[in-house]
């Protein structure tokens, strides 16, 4: 019972689709276009230890949100609270600083190992972006929001800053070829800011679409978030205008895709990608209460999925 509590509490399988994200990214876009020495060998378990600080330091700022949020989620989502209910309060910090403690070690034992410093300090970072969200930002006009899909965009460039840097900066004694040529490089680098450019325009999406689902709670205790501050219609408008900013890039890099050639790309892109995201637009107008938003806040997480799992084409085309 209690580890099923936990699990409910860290968000499991959004961890599971953050280790998913991660090894996509690697093994779709740079293992196909760097020398397959680089980490396979000797170093592959850097790369592992890379998912697993990532997978921690989101369970601690699962952990983390929902200590602070027991009061709101009394209201919000009464029959899903795992803190106090289930974990005691005392013991949910406790899972808090054990899973943020482990992300950082693991962080700053690549750095030591790497020599590259920005994993150990952008660890660091997100524990401390995600604490302070918790406690501030998530109560305050956007900020949180973009907070939280920053967050969620570090997720890929994570990776790519992880192997650009090693790649670049081979420790004494490593004999191997040259990984990446400029040319290489430049592709894997936009295609990482890419996805992630995704990932943050979807996560803001739907961030605003949850705050719409929680507005009953957040006015109640002071939240002042886009539905609390500007009401539901024009916060429908903001979601509605990057929806259709967000789509409408999607369709030009088809352009893109059928010049070369792509064309399962193209038809897994259409049809699980474009069209869903027409679907939750439309829908999201005619959307009225709580349950509507929280159906179309999932519909939006699937097509985050579909959108990372879309890095498999990459690996099909190579």
């Known amino acids: 019972m209690k580890l099923k509590a936990l699990l409910k509490l860290i968000r499991f399988p959004n961890l599971i689709f953050i280790a998913v994200t991660q090894f996509l990214f690697y093994f779709c876009i740079l293992y196909p276009s760097t020398h397959p020495d680089v980490f396979f060998a000797d170093e592959f378990h850097l790369f592992v230890l890379l998912v697993i600080s990532s997978v921690c330091i989101a369970a601690g700022g699962y952990v983390i949100n929902d200590y602070f949020d027991l009061n709101i989620d009394q209201v919000n989502k009464p029959g899903r609270i795992i803190v106090e ?7 949910a910090i406790i899972w808090h600083w054990l899973f943020s403690t482990a992300g950082v070690v ?14 150990g300090f952008s660890n660091v970072v997100c524990v401390l972006l995600l604490w302070v969200y918790s406690t501030t ?34 420790l004494p004694g490593w004999n191997m070829p040259d990984v990446m040529s400029p040319h290489v490089h430049n592709r894997i680098m936009r295609l990482a ?69 792509w064309w399962w790309s193209i038809l897994y892109c259409m049809l699980l990608i474009v069209v869903p995201l027409l679907w939750v637009t439309r829908k999201l107008y005619l959307a ?25 084409f990459f690996r099909l085309y190579r």
Do not use: H
């Open 85 to 91: 209910k289930i974990i005691p309060r005392r013991r």
């Open 106 to 119: 693991m962080g700053f034992y690549i750095s030591f190992v790497t020599r590259n410093w920005l994993i």
């Open 137 to 170: 930002f998530k109560k305050k006009l956007l900020s949180g929001n973009v907070m939280i899909s920053l967050l969620t965009a570090w997720v890929v460039l994570v990776v790519f800053f992880f192997v650009d840097y090693v790649s670049d900066n081979r």
């Open 193 to 261: 800011f890419l996805y992630a450019g995704f990932a943050f325009v979807i996560s803001l999406i739907r961030e605003v679409i949850k705050d719409m689902e929680d507005i009953e709670g957040d006015a109640r205790y002071g939240c002042k978030t886009m539905p609390v501050v500007w009401g539901i219609q024009v916060s429908k408008v903001f979601a509605g205008v990057w929806l259709m900013a967000l789509t409408g890039a999607l369709l030009g890099i088809q352009v893109y895709a059928a010049y070369l050639g």
């Open 288 to 312: 009225a209460n709580a349950s509507d938003f929280g159906y179309l806040s999932g519909a939006v997480k699937f097509v985050m999925l579909t959108g990372i799992l879309s890095m498999l």
